[in-house]
């Protein structure tokens, strides 16, 4: 039984930072695609940062790129999510999620079979 649980989120003003932490239990981050996804009322789930360290792929959204970092401490069986010099447009619900590998990592949401309960994250 897999079961990922998200904590770090809150209120943060633009500019600042913030990190988010995902425990995973009953899976082995190492071998699963593991990912953060973000949803708003007015948006759908996507996809803002995904790792596998099989081959070390990573991969960041554009709206992330050069402002998230996307970690894992396999020893802590965590994934992590820093997040730097926020914007008001990052507010949403972050998720972590993860998803066996089979030949390659998805950044679809449908395709991720196990999800956290999410974390709130606002920037204001």
């Known amino acids: 039984h897999v079961q990922l649980v998200e904590s770090g989120g809150g209120s943060v003003q633009p500019g600042g930072s913030l990190g988010l932490s995902c425990a995973g239990s009953g899976l082995t981050v190492s071998t699963y695609c593991m990912a953060w996804f973000r949803q708003t009322s007015a948006r759908e789930r996507e996809v803002v940062a995904l790792i596998y360290e099989g081959d070390g792929s990573v991969y960041y959204a554009d709206s992330a790129e050069g402002r998230f970092t996307i970690s894992q401490d396999n020893d802590k069986n965590t994934l992590y999510l820093q997040m730097d010099s926020l914007k008001p447009e990052d507010t949403a619900m972050y998720y972590c999620?993860?998803?066996?590998?089979?030949?390659?990592?998805?950044?679809?949401?449908?395709?991720?079979?196990?999800w956290g309960q999410g974390t709130q994250v606002t920037v204001s």
């Open positions: 999620a993860a998803h066996p590998r089979n030949n390659d990592c998805s950044l679809r949401a449908i395709d991720f079979t196990d």
